[in-house]
């Protein structure tokens, strides 16, 4: 494989010394970006354009022309794999992702091959290695997955939802079949991520959307467990280099320490946790990631810069931080505004790595 060029991401991984913070992105590649939007409509539905290895490729590139991030993200759904299980994933105006056969009952819980689903998404595994090649080298590539839990609850709830209502009265009430679910799950993630680092990736991200949605023990029950499998299970060097996991569970700040323990080796932070105090508890543990509030990116660019400021100031000196959003962007969002972060964490970041 093409050498390095840019290895300042995997570096603070490692939380060895970089030149500045690094930075990425999550869904950086998205409908903010007016390019995505023009080849979304060339792909004709959303799902068409995740299948395309090679429209993937080019939506997963536009936002590293634009700015000058440190890593760049597969394009792809968390969806793909319940999508690959046969429950009909599609995609709604306004509505989200929803599924045409959510599960019901145990029977069809059983009947789910977690080998199979993966062998049928070889379209992903085609779109990272065309990924790595295009990229020559300039960043790391990063692959993901959504967390087990994550995925039942759509698998389960047919769609997104508010309370998780169905998805819990199967975990408190029928709790064999939500871990013989969330079991299959962690075996059809761990086989696709350790694919994913086969065919290029270089790091590995675990989105746990919905782990946040769990009361304190039913968390470590239902989805750290599970993710902590996923771990135990990946290929942790691929080109004689280490392959870095990170685990993010919005709204699981709470449980910061626990999550430090789980193996990964960066936990990242929504919004809603302070960057500072959560170095303070972790340590070098674990190198963060994060942590500003998406919906910042619709304030003036000087709001945008003082936040960044903030945020970087919060982590105070030396590595192991790597800034972020505390989730995905959101559609809307001028791209401009992103310009504006990006040039506010390379400039005002290199003082805390000197």
Not at 3 to 13: G, M, P, S
Not at 47 to 66: D, F, G
Not at 187 to 200: C, D, N, P
Request: with cysteine; glycine share 8%; aromatic share 8%.
């Amino acid at each position: 494989m093409t050498e390095l060029i840019n290895d300042r991401f995997l570096r603070a991984l490692r939380r060895e010394p970089v030149d500045r913070t690094p930075l990425w992105m999550m869904r950086q590649a998205g409908r903010y970006l007016p390019e995505y939007r023009a080849t979304r409509a060339d792909a004709g539905s959303f799902m068409a354009l995740c299948s395309n290895p090679e429209l993937a490729c080019e939506v997963t590139l536009q936002p590293l022309r634009r700015y000058a991030m440190d890593a760049a993200i597969l394009f792809s759904d968390i969806l793909t794999i319940p999508d690959a299980m046969g429950l009909g994933l599609y995609f709604t105006e306004g509505e989200g992702p929803k599924f045409e056969r959510p599960l019901k009952n145990h029977a069809e819980i059983k009947a789910l091959e977690p080998q199979r689903a993966v062998s049928e998404l070889r379209y992903v595994m085609d779109a990272v290695s065309l990924i790595r090649r295009e990229l020559k080298g300039s960043v790391p590539l990063i692959g993901f997955s959504g967390s087990p839990w994550t995925l039942a609850t759509y698998m389960i709830e047919g769609g997104s939802s508010k309370d998780f209502a169905k998805t819990k009265r199967m975990a408190f009430n029928e709790p064999e079949a939500m871990h013989m679910l969330l079991g299959k799950l962690a075996e059809a993630v761990a086989l696709y991520l350790s694919e994913q680092i086969a065919q290029g990736a270089q790091i590995v991200q675990i989105f746990d959307t919905w782990g946040g949605a769990l009361s304190h023990g039913a968390y470590r029950e239902f989805s750290l467990r599970y993710m902590q499998e996923i771990i135990q299970r990946l290929p942790r060097e691929a080109d004689g280099r280490p392959v870095p996991v990170i685990v993010f569970t919005k709204g699981g700040g709470q449980w910061l320490e626990t999550i430090a323990d789980c193996g990964a080796d960066a936990v990242g932070l929504d919004w809603t946790t302070d960057i500072g105090e959560a170095r303070a508890r972790v340590g070098d543990k674990v190198t963060l990631q994060g942590n500003m509030d998406p919906a910042m990116l619709f304030a003036q660019p000087e709001r945008i810069r003082a936040e960044v400021a903030s945020i970087l100031e919060r982590f105070g000196s030396g590595s192991g931080h790597i800034f972020n959003l505390g989730h995905g962007i959101t559609p809307g969002v001028d791209p401009d505004h992103v310009l504006a972060m990006v040039d506010a964490v390379i400039e005002l970041s290199p003082q805390y790595h000197r």
